[in-house]
């Protein structure tokens, strides 16, 4: 698969499963959160968009504030089909997921290695799922890459990159700086010739970003990870076509209790 816009017209032949004209949402949802670790210096809010199809759970990260009044509604009882003509872009992205989900779960005889997560604190569980995310990249010592362009800045990563050795180039919409004090640069796109691999987060799809990544690593060579809350069932098939590994965290995600949990990698060293 090479391109998200393809994904979603073989989801509408009916080439991954079951007509998506048949299949219903059963409920969409919002979960908001507001963040500010113990020690560190900085804090952070996350909105997203979830839909309940089946058993499954589909969803979408979006800036906090700009999901429009409507949009639960236009999605509760709606078709999938409907759905991925949505005008917005992570309608479109949370349906998308809901689908893939619901006909191909996270699970090993799909290709997934569930990876425990510890019960703990939000910090503590923060730093476990990025040793989770962080060792899908080749080890630096190995010939892997010395330099990671960071799309989607979580400072636990970043932690984890500075542990391994690993040099970096922190990349957000937002901008401003990370917890040391390094500038985070808004325009991944120029940073992709002066950088060996990419660690993006699923957000990429979200906002319309992540084509010219997978573009850029599968015209390259260049390793591809992803760390996906927003799209996990979604970002797995682009594994070989650019995507080389990808961290696939669905709904509940490990910020919203304290309890053990589980990511599910596929591909990578590890």
Request: contains cysteine; glycine residues 14%.
């Amino acid at each position: 698969m090479r391109t998200v816009a393809g994904l979603i017209d073989g989801v509408r032949a009916g080439l991954h499963g079951p007509d998506p004209a048949g299949q219903r949402v059963a409920v969409a949802f919002t979960t908001a959160q507001a963040v500010r670790h113990e020690g560190r210096t900085g804090g952070y809010r996350n909105e997203v968009l979830s839909l309940r199809l089946g058993a499954a759970v589909g969803s979408c990260a979006v800036e906090p504030g700009t999901l429009t009044a409507g949009a639960l509604d236009d999605c509760a009882g709606a078709r999938v089909a409907d759905l991925l003509d949505h005008p917005l872009l992570p309608v479109r992205i949370a349906a998308l997921d809901a689908y893939l989900m619901h006909v191909r779960p996270h699970a090993p005889e799909h290709g997934a290695r569930p990876h425990p997560l510890p019960a703990g604190g939000s910090l503590h569980r923060s730093r476990a799922r990025a040793r989770a995310v962080v060792d899908l990249l080749p080890p630096p010592a190995g010939g892997g890459p010395g330099r990671v362009l960071v799309v989607g800045v979580v400072n636990s990563l970043l932690e984890r990159l500075r542990e391994r050795g690993t040099r970096y180039v922190p990349c957000d919409l937002k901008g401003g700086a990370t917890e040391w004090g390094e500038p985070v640069r808004t325009d991944a796109l120029a940073e992709l010739e002066h950088c060996d691999a990419v660690l993006a987060s699923g957000m990429t799809l979200g906002n319309g970003t992540f084509q010219p990544l997978l573009d850029h690593a599968a015209a390259t060579g260049k390793p591809l990870v992803m760390f996906a809350q927003t799209g996990s069932a979604v970002l797995p098939r682009f594994l070989g076509a650019g995507v080389t590994a990808v961290s696939a965290e669905p709904y509940p995600f490990f910020w919203l209790d304290g309890g053990p949990g589980t990511v599910h990698r596929y591909g990578g060293t590890r």
